[in-house]
Every structure is written in structure tokens, then in C-alpha cells.
């Protein structure tokens, strides 16, 4: 990327914290259709034979929340220690957001089409936006730590030291 087009911690803590709002207010809207079909005892949802897919689909609503909530603490991190970005940001922000699409959309794609209890083939992408959020994970707990030695020699003459 050149340098004037490069993501900077404020770019990337706007798009994280836009992707999870929006996110959030879609996987609780997944949450509540996922109440009101087992309200009215939809068969689709509640027949025995379509325990894979009630299983998949509110896999798909808590995780598609859980990934909400951490982009949106993504945001707030690059917001509040933008000094802390790590070193690939470009890569670990769209690590990220891709793991917050495929994971929830990979459990609902395999719950829309099961195969005798077996989730149906949306479930392949599970594994690599497990990998793509542990990288993210990674990217961000390094540049937290980064954030930790980098302040510890400046301005802290004396404090917190024994005499």
C-alpha cells in the first residue's frame, strides 16, 4: 500500500467500530427471528430431525454476537492506544472482519441445508475464520504488548521501582 493510502489506527478503530454495531444489531435481529420461530413452534427450527440446524443457526447468532462485541472493543483499543496498532494492521483489521462474516456465516450456511444430522458444506468455512480471528488475536495481543515495554522507559523515572 502506498504511504498516503495506508490504514491508520483511527481508519481501521472507524471500521471496526461501524462493522460492529452494524453486526451486533444483525446477529441480535438473528436472535430474536431464532425466538420467535421457536415461540410459534416452527417445524423447520423445532422438529426433532432439525437439531443440526438449531444447533448451527444459534451457533451462528452467538458467535456472529461474540465477534460483534470484539470488533467493537477493537475499535475502542485502537481508539483509546492507537500507539499500540500493530505493525500489520492492514492485515490483522481484515483478518479480523473476515472472521466476523465467515465464522457466524459459515455455522448458518451449514445449518440451512443439512445432510442426516450432518451441517451442509457452508460449515468448511468455520476453520479458516477460527484461524483468520486467532491471527487477528495474535496481531493485537502482540501490539499490546509492544504498547507495555514501549512505555516502560519513558516517563516513569523512578516509579514503581523499590529504594
Known sequence: MPADTALTPAAA???????????????LTLG??????????????????????RLMWTLAHAHGALLA?????????????????????????????AAGVLLPGGFFLGGVTVYGGDPGLGILAVPAAAALLAAAVYGLARGAAALGRATAGKGDSGRGQRR
Do not use: Q
Open 32 to 53: 430474536f427471528t431464532l425466538e420467535m420461530l421457536h415461540a410459534f413452534k416452527v417445524g423447520l427450527y423445532l422438529d426433532a430431525s432439525n437439531d443440526t440446524r
Open 69 to 97: 462485541v470484539i470488533n467493537i472493543l477493537c475499535g475502542l483499543y485502537l481508539r483509546v492506544a492507537p500507539e499500540a496498532a500493530p505493525g500489520r494492521l492492514p492485515a490483522v483489521s481484515a483478518s479480523l472482519l
Open 13 to 27: 478503530a472507524r471500521r471496526h467500530l461501524r462493522f460492529g454495531w452494524w453486526s451486533l444489531l444483525a446477529f
